[in-house]
């Protein structure tokens, strides 16, 4: 299985590429070489991009697809659960003095509510939109304290960025997770806590 690797070089790995490497998830980068109407992969010469070989396993093994023919379990929840536990415990620790992980970049998306309303038109949507906005910049106020303690305490850390059913497979009947995202930082760089949001929006499979 090949996939278009998160950097454009294999220069470095985080901490989640390399947990999927000693499960034996992701083997190895190549590069692409050639041009760009003849590529090779694994060719001599200079590269002009890299994909990342992965151990091949079933599709219907995904959690995501699991979950849809009824058959994700509470068995298969608390492997993952533990499985990103002892990661977060592993990654390193964003320092203190790096501009991710603070009050204000935690708000940063803020913007995408200006980014919204030219494209609402409809007075229910815009009241809405209105409303959640001030939501969160009253939730934002009210816990601004408490994210300046988290970044203070060390929980910003190199974290995986995209955790939900759709990357984690039972590969030899374990849940792996895969696919981080190390392109983006504000992203990965991110609370342990925030880093699992995704998964709250998964139905639970004791419901």
Request: glycine letters at 6%; charged letters at 25%.
């Amino acid at each position: 299985m090949m996939r278009r690797p998160p950097r454009p070089t294999p220069a470095r790995s985080s901490a989640a590429s390399d947990v999927y490497k000693r499960q034996g998830l992701y083997l190895e980068v190549l590069p692409i070489t050639g041009s760009v109407d003849a590529p090779q992969i694994g060719g001599e010469g200079e590269a002009i991009e890299y994909v990342l070989k992965m151990r091949q396993f079933p599709q219907g093994q995904m959690l995501n697809t699991l979950q849809a023919n009824g058959e994700l379990n509470a068995a298969h929840i608390d492997q993952m659960a533990r499985q990103i536990a002892e990661f977060h415990l592993q990654a390193p620790r964003v320092p203190v003095e790096h501009p991710l992980g603070t009050p204000d970049s935690v708000m940063a998306p803020e913007q995408n509510f200006e980014q919204i309303r030219p494209f609402l038109s409809d007075k229910a949507d815009l009241q809405q939109l209105d409303a959640l906005q001030a939501w969160a910049r009253s939730s934002f106020e009210r816990l601004h304290g408490l994210l300046e303690k988290r970044k203070a305490n060390g929980f910003i850390r190199e974290c995986h960025g995209d955790i939900h059913l759709g990357n984690a497979t039972l590969i030899d009947g374990k849940v792996v997770i895969f696919d981080c995202i190390e392109f983006n930082e504000p992203f990965r760089l991110t609370d342990v806590y925030a880093d699992t949001c995704l998964l709250y929006t998964s139905p639970s499979p004791r419901d």
